[in-house]
């Protein structure tokens, strides 16, 4: 996912013995508390082996290990990377051989304290039993090379896995999950295949570009990387061009349903669209109780908070589970908030090291006696809410799909990749919300402009907010017993069920 142009800590780990390095690393996404960094430096101080320990930069750029207090001890001892490959893996002959630096131990399972924190104690104590010579970790290292052995085996030639895969192929129900709207998908299909010169010098923002099935697009209507080199080395070029390689009578399962993008799912002859979402949370479509919250909420006091609010008079604003807005978008839209005067709640998600976002809003204190300003809070439940009259989102396909089947009307703010698309679709296509006029900055009178046509009463809001309830009636017309994505996802069943007892009984032969 990173392109690493620096790879001294390969050569720094040849320079060390065997099975000697301590190897640290927390994922690609997982951001981890400065005082869990603080008491995994000092474990590694205490236990006295050579490390490599990757530690993400910042968003900013800034370099998380700085706030160290043992930094220089610990890089004296050590390696401290942004970035590794821990698993070095090539192609060859049509086989993947991965090979692993041997230098590293697996770890074993640490206590965390009443607090919630591993101390420096528990990680020595975990590390001298991977490593050490006695009885559990002699055990330990036999597991390890049992499991290696038999993933090993699995993979050859004539491995569990290498024959499940192999077994009757053509038998076999392959299909892609595009998770974001068909549209988006022959936007990425056309720019990769014979339609890629439409895409070459097309900068000016007033160009429209026209391709099959597709409403008019401009450049700012497209998502990101379309513009990008097709050799790009951007990983993300790179998966989405993958995807889009699809063979004759292929089957896409797109999150959309029929009555949605009923064109798009049929611009392609030689490949099979087939439509099965709304993928979104049942509550959205039968009233269930189902919860699936990324995080858990400790607090629900603004709940009790909507609850007080007049039906359909509440502003809510949330930007999605990893996007971030800049300090000067959150100052235009905090001061647009107050120049509307209705209550609002507002998602404004926590830096990595606690610091809250929206101290930095000059207008914090008048913000507070208008409206709430969260961390984190049930999207699922709010949208639900009869008190939200409007959603200010950034257009994500997950919120535009909760969106619609919640009966919400839309402001989109799209920020990247496939929601400025999005954005397109609500505004022109299905008509649903307004879009934000971009022009560098979004400037304050244009949400306050955006907001009191979605929520206002006069004919453009009423018009909107009649969109907004067909949309939402279909979307739950298509999860019903009926429906067309229910029909598609008992047939899609059944075909996997004669395909597994297919399976089974050339298994047995």
Known sequence: MIEISLKNYMDW??????GSVIYIAFGSYFKILSQLMEELGHGMLKYGRPFLSVIKEGQDGDKKEDKLSCIDKLEKKGKISIASRYLLWHAHSGTIKFVMDN????????????????????FNRCITIVMGDEEEGTKIRRNFKKWSDLAKEAMKENGTSRVNLNIEKSHVLIALFWIQPATVFYVHYYRFTDYSDYFKNSDAKDKIIELPGLPPLSPINFPSFV?????????????????????????????????????ALRILKHVTMLGIGPSIPSIF??????????????????????????????????FGSYSKISTQLMEEIGHELLKCGRPFL????????????EDKLSCKDELEKQGKIVSWCSQVEVLKHPSVGCFLTHCGWNSTLESIASKVPIVACPLWNDQVC???LIHDIWKNGVRVNVSGVVKRD???????????????????????KKWSDLAKEAMTENGTTSVKSRLLRMRFYLVTMSTESLMNR
């Not at 809001?461 to 009649?466: F, I, T």
């Open 103 to 122: 230098s590293f131990k697996i770890f074993g399972r640490m206590v965390l304290d009443e607090g919630g924190v591993v101390k420096k104690d528990e």
């Open 346 to 357: 507002w998602v404004i998600r926590e830096e990595q090291d606690r610091d809250k976002m």
């Open 422 to 424: 999005n954005a397109k």
């Open 285 to 318: 479509i039968d009233d269930n109780t189902f919860r699936a919250d990324m995080i858990e909420i400790s607090s629900k006091n603004y709940m009790d908070w909507l609850n007080s609010k007049d039906k359909g008079s509440l502003i809510y604003i949330a």
């Open 13 to 18: 780990l040849n320079l060390n013995e065997k």
């Open 446 to 468: 244009e949400f306050y402009r955006c907001i009191t046509i979605v929520m206002g009463n006069d004919e453009e809001g009423k018009e909107l907010r009649r969109n907004v």
């Open 227 to 263: 513009f990008d080199n097709v050799e790009s080395s951007n990983w993300a070029v790179k998966s989405i061009k993958r995807q889009i390689e699809i063979e004759e009578n292929s089957r896409v399962l797109v999150n959309t349903f029929d009555a949605l993008e009923s064109d």
